[in-house]
């Protein structure tokens, strides 16, 4: 599955939960989109929730900003001087991320970043429409 793929799919699947929260408030909606009460009313929105699994090991996952605004991606990727494509990169240059590099291809790993799952940080981003949220992202 392309970056793309996912992002459009993922958009749509946000939106679809979002249609149905109309009744409630801001707050309410992040309260919603924590980890423990996804799993139990949205488990299609996350293929791990199947196992009651977590993407990032740690207490108070939220779920709403999956993905993160701060990610960008190319499908066709950027040529490096070194050689390797630059496939996504991360725009704050978070020190909790890094770089999955192979032979000839660069991606962004954002495995130990908690930057978007915080509610805090939620927050300050936040929109009801996911698109609007992600609309630097590719
Ligand atoms: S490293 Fe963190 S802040 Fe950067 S794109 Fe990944 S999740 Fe977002």
């Not at 996952?61 to 050689?83: A, Q, S, V």
């Not at 970043?113 to 509610?119: K, Y």
Request: proline share 3%; hydrophobic share 30%.
């Amino acid at each position: 599955m392309s970056y793309s793929d996912w992002f459009y799919e993922h958009g749509k699947k946000h939106k679809a939960i979002m249609d149905k929260l109309t009744h409630l408030s801001d707050q309410e909606v992040i309260a919603y989109f924590r980890f423990e009460n996804m799993v139990e009313k949205e488990p299609d929105f996350c293929p791990l929730y199947k196992e009651n699994k977590k993407c990032h090991d740690t207490e108070g996952l939220n779920c709403y900003l999956c993905g993160c605004p701060n990610f960008r991606f190319k499908d066709k990727g950027f040529h490096t001087r070194e050689g390797k494509t630059l496939y996504s990169a991360c725009s704050i240059s978070s020190k909790e991320g890094g770089q999955f590099i192979t032979e000839d291809a660069i991606h962004q790993d954002c495995s130990k970043c908690l930057v978007p799952h915080h509610e805090s940080y939620i927050r300050t981003v936040f929109d009801r429409d996911w698109f609007e949220m992600m609309e630097n992202v590719c």
